[in-house]
């Protein structure tokens, strides 16, 4: 079960600003899924390993050389704010 | 044995560039952006565009492995990378790729001088994993409008080396730095000269209290700067009953304090997980051979020195604390008188070096060749030599030149002698003295010698000339 | 509906011109809302290019739509997501520079839900996609545009992607025929992320010919995937109309409780066609099917949790009011994203975060590897497995939108497949009320061959495939 303070701080974690009533719509429909997910428990997965991966593959690698990089045009073309070829954040703090 | 009286606990992250490599550690971004504008180096992958998929650099993979070896890990029979899920815009994924559990080597360690001697200092585990981009702010962090963020840096193959936490003095972890760079260095995977290549968090903790983690360390100075900083910090806030909170610390580097950054973005979770775009590595199999090839480093090249050369071990350990200055020597000392030399690039031209914040490569080993052979061939005398570096390294020249235009060549015997006759002649005091038995009085003679001879006469053959015309 | 063979006979005898000007005529009139993007001016240049120049691809002039998931140079990228307004990608897919080599036309970004996020093109910011057999009806999902174009005639060829079922899903709900290949086959290069591990591009046609033409054009490794495997093929050629002692493996638990009878009806009929062809069937058991949709949804959504925190607004895409940097990520990606998308980046964060991991992220992994293993076992006693691709036809618009666990069902059958990695066709096996159903046709891992060639009899010696919408 998740409460609405829990969802807070989830909301936190995922950077998604979560208005008092989204936390309301959101909260029961979260639990309802979680406790879908509550199926898993009953999976006997004693001694089975993990498949991170679907293929057993291992060693994938690129030579050390170099190609064309976007020029500094493409590579700002899309960001809403930049200056001086620096793309533009807010302020940290 | 080292008391440790404030039971100081330092522990070491160091990242280290791959700069020498000639491309990113997931895409084939160039790496030699360092005089380039800002997001001139970017790809889709590195800028983090939907879309765009990371693909391992074999060879950063390569000198991981020749990291992990030369700090005596041990590299792991399979290693993988992970996700490592936090916000910040020098991120332009949202994560950055990294090892976390199976990281590629661990379990090795290094040996630096300590406060009391020889000192072991454990490595924890020496993983891969990429850079972020660089910010720019105006001003300071805390007072800027905005962020500019340049991600020409973003995606560099990034080795981070984690030490057990055995330093128990700022000086031990400057000393740790020193000893890591000048091994890295050794292994010729990283310029530490470049900007950035190198960069330290401390995790520092006093007996009575929990530990700071002082981020934003570039420098070796800065990190003992920031770590004294930080063990007067906290004595004071036991001092006054306080507590030291566990907690993330900024390096002011200009007013050489420490800041809290304490704040929301405080609350991690990473989060890790497998980077589901990258398969794993299998690559233990790579190390014996890697371990052939990889070049002598610092301690055995020290040793090496003195029993090659027959040089003192001070001379040799100097030599061999910048690799620069160790290739230095020896190609001088294949020419040249090792002993001898050893002298000179330890005594004279490290100090003249460093008294001008310069490096080895400010001198031609041409140059070095050139003195030793005008000393051993008694041209010059030793304070010649020593003019003579100090000008080629304020104004340049040549050796030859500088002997010239200074006259700084040694003069004939027969020109001692007769100043040495004309002193005597002038002095009789002096003479009579030096007969009455005081020895002091042949160094006014020795002087006047010197000031007939506009200093260009030995000292000590010039005393020898005295004394013979006194005897 | 016009076959590619068709297509490059007209367009020899026409030109690609003409035909990439009906198919856009086609699409502006048009209710079916397939398309977020139409790449008007940029098709109709290279239509004339083609025509001028000639080309000898086997895609020569031919017009494609896109699902907006995938990279298009220069062509507005959405995802169906306002978080993604403005964006134009500066680089192509690997598939579409495929296509491009290969002289096929970009007519149009499909229509898809957020982020390839759903069953039913609904949770598109753009609205939703509605069925070509019956606009009331959903046109499946997450590759809805994509399917609803070449349904409704709107393009001959599309492309999707399916991470749990979504090119197979608006397959069976549209009638047409859509490919997910084995993990690793096509390369992901350039296809937005939604669960890495999981997701494979594929092809949509109306034949099984048509997918397998577009399938050659688009496989193949490409060093830029790490996931991308390295393998000559050529499924064109497997096209064979021949099934004499296939070996047909029949999963009783993709029948279970919640299978509509007329869905059921069809997919045994179509096996009991395929047993007259010289096949043979056989019973599996695939014993973790029950475990496998949440295993499912707890590896998207928490890999999806991570994959959507690149949209913070600084580098492309939509960007709010500044305040301070976390504030504005938080609320940029407030304003940009929809509530579905919202739903799983916050269940997957938890299932990843401190405390749950294990729970769930982890045991969802070893679940994964239970459900592999009962595909290996499966194939030991059959060549491939049929069994339905949804459990239903069709579903109404607005019907399972606001329950997430209802929508998330209907993708019980589809999500064992990607969970495994192996390749799964879904093909048009029969109707119900009008609807089309689907059945798909599941192989081992690399074997296209294998379920090609069994669908390709199945259409050859059937005429379901050849059945359209009204007004198409
Ligand atoms: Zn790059």
């Known amino acids: 079960m998740i409460t609405k303070k829990d969802l807070e701080h989830i909301g936190w974690l995922s950077r998604l600003e979560l208005s008092e009533e989204d936390r309301e719509k959101y909260t029961p429909k979260l639990n309802s899924v979680l406790d879908y997910f509550g199926e898993l428990d009953k999976a006997d997965t004693g001694g089975v390993e993990p498949s991170y991966h679907v293929m057993p593959m291992s060693n994938v690698f690129r030579e050390d050389v170099p190609i064309a990089s976007l020029s500094q045009e493409e590579a700002l073309s899309n960001a809403p704010k930049n200056q001086d070829g620096f793309i533009k954040a807010p302020r940290m703090m | ?471 | 509906m016009a076959s590619i063979n068709e297509l490059i006979e007209r367009i020899h005898a026409d030109s690609s011109e003409e035909i990439v000007t009906e198919y856009l005529e086609k699409i502006e009139k048009s209710k079916l809302n397939a398309f977020i993007t139409v790449a008007k001016e940029s098709a109709l240049l290279r239509a004339k290019e083609i025509d001028s120049q000639g080309h000898d691809g086997p895609l020569a002039g031919i017009p494609i739509a896109i699902k907006d998931n995938i990279s298009t140079k220069g062509i507005a990228t959405t995802c169906a997501s306002k978080i993604l307004t403005g964006y134009i990608p500066p680089y192509d897919a690997h598939v579409i520079e495929k296509l491009k080599e290969a002289g096929a036309i970009i007519i149009g970004k499909a229509n898809m839900d957020e982020f390839a996020m759903g069953s039913s093109t609904e949770t598109s910011f753009y609205g939703p996609t509605l069925n070509p057999w019956d606009t009331t009806r959903v046109p499946g999902g997450s590759s809805g545009g994509s399917a609803a174009a070449v349904a409704g005639g709107e393009a001959p060829l599309s492309l999707g992607s399916d991470t749990g079922g979504s090119v197979r899903c608006p397959a069976s709900f549209c009638g047409v025929v859509g490919l997910k290949p084995t993990y690793g086959v096509i390369s992901r290069y350039g296809l937005i992320s939604y669960a890495n591990s999981l997701e494979q591009i594929g092809p949509f046609a109306t034949s099984v010919r048509d997918v397998a033409t577009l399938f050659d054009v688009i496989s193949g490794h490409d060093p830029r995937d790490s996931t991308s495997v390295d393998r000559e093929t050529n499924y064109s050629s497997a096209l064979i109309n021949d099934v004499k002692g296939l070996k047909i493996g029949v999963p009783e638990e993709y029948f279970a409780e919640g299978t509509d009878k007329n869905v059921e009806k069809s997919v045994r009929d179509a096996i009991n066609t395929l047993e007259e062809l010289g096949a043979t069937s056989v019973e599996v058991k695939m014993p973790h099917t029950k475990y496998a949709l949440s295993a499912y949804y707890v590896i998207a959504m928490s890999e999806a949790s991570s994959n959507l925190a690149r949209f913070d607004g600084m580098r492309y895409g939509l960007r709010t009011e500044d305040s301070d940097w976390h504030t504005t990520f938080s609320q940029v990606r407030a304003a940009g994203f929809g509530d579905e998308v919202k739903r799983r980046i916050l269940l997957g964060t938890y299932a990843l975060s401190a405390g749950y991991h294990d729970k769930y992220y982890l045991k969802a992994l070893k679940i994964r590897t239970l459900i592999k293993q009962d595909f290996e076992r499966a194939f030991r006693d059959a060549d491939v497995l049929i069994a339905p691709t949804m459990p239903y036809p069709a579903f109404k618009l607005g019907e399972k939108i606001d329950d997430p666990i209802s929508l998330y069902l209907a993708d019980v059958d589809t999500v064992p497949i990607n969970l495994a990695g192996v390749p799964s066709i879904s093909l048009p096996c029969g109707f119900s009320g009008g609807l089309p159903i689907g059945m798909q046709v599941i192989g081992k891992h690399f074997d296209e061959a294998a379920i090609l060639r069994t669908a390709f009899a199945f259409e050859e010696n059937t005429d379901f495939h050849t059945r359209q919408p009204e007004g198409s």
């Open chain 2, 1 to 471: 044995m080292y008391e440790n009286p404030d039971g100081v606990m330092i522990g070491l992250e160091v990242h280290v560039q791959l700069n020498k490599l000639k491309t990113k550690v997931f895409c084939g971004c160039s790496t030699d952006y360092h005089n380039d504008p800002p997001n001139s180096h970017v790809c889709p992958v590195c800028l983090g565009l939907p879309g765009s998929l990371p693909v391992i650099n074999r060879k950063a993979v390569e000198a991981a492995i020749k990291i992990g070896l030369a700090l005596n890990c041990k590299v792991e029979e399979h290693t993988q990378f992970y996700r490592k899920n936090y916000y910040y815009p020098d991120l332009p994924k949202g994560f950055q790729i990294t090892q976390y559990d199976f990281p590629i080597s661990s379990g090795g360690y290094i040996m630096i001088e300590g406060e009391d001697g020889e000192h072991r200092v454990g490595i924890t585990r020496a993983h891969m994993e990429e850079d972020p981009g660089r910010l720019v702010h105006e001003g300071t962090i805390d007072k800027s409008k905005y962020t500019l963020i340049d991600y020409n840096r973003s995606g560099m193959a990034l080795i981070e080396i984690v030490s057990d936490p055995d330093m128990r003095s700022p000086k031990e972890a400057r000393r740790y730095l020193d000893k890591l760079r000048n091994i890295l260095e050794y292994l010729d995977i990283f310029d530490g000269d470049l900007e950035g290549a190198l960069r330290v968090d401390a995790n520092i903790s006093i007996m009575g209290g929990q530990r700071a983690e002082i981020k934003n360390i570039s420098s070796h100075k800065g990190a003992e700067r920031a770590l004294l900083f930080e063990i007067v910090r906290q004595k004071n806030v036991l001092r006054r009953g306080g507590v030291v909170v566990q907690e993330t610390r900024h390096f002011d580097e200009a007013r050489e304090i420490t800041l809290s950054m304490r704040s929301k973005e405080e609350a991690h979770d990473y989060r890790y997980f497998p980077e589901p775009d990258l398969v794993p590595l299998k690559i233990s199999g790579w190390a014996p051979a890697i371990k052939e090839m990889l070049p002598e480093l610092p301690d055995a090249r020290r040793m090496r020195f003195v029993e090659q050369y027959g040089i003192m071990d001070d001379h040799a350990k100097a030599l061999t604390s910048e690799r620069k200055v160790a290739i230095f020597y020896e190609e001088v000392a294949k020419i040249a008188d090792p002993k001898i030399s050893a002298v000179w690039i330890c005594d004279v031209l490290k100090g003249e070096l460093n008294y001008r914040d310069l490096t080895i490569e400010a001198f031609r080993k041409e140059d070095m060749l050139s003195v030793i052979e005008l000393l051993m061939s008694k041209k010059i005398t030793e304070d010649g030599a020593v003019d003579i570096i100090r000008t080629l390294l304020d104004k340049g020249g040549s050796p030859e030149e500088i002997v010239k235009e200074k006259g700084l060549l040694k003069v004939e015997g027969d020109i001692v002698s007769t100043a040495a006759e004309e002193a005597i002649k002038e002095n009789p005091v002096a003479v009579s003295d030096f007969k009455a038995g005081k020895e002091k009085a042949l160094n006014s003679l020795v002087g006047s010698v010197m000031k007939k001879t506009k200093g260009r006469a030995d000292a000590r053959a010039a005393r020898e000339i005295l004394l013979g015309k006194l005897g």
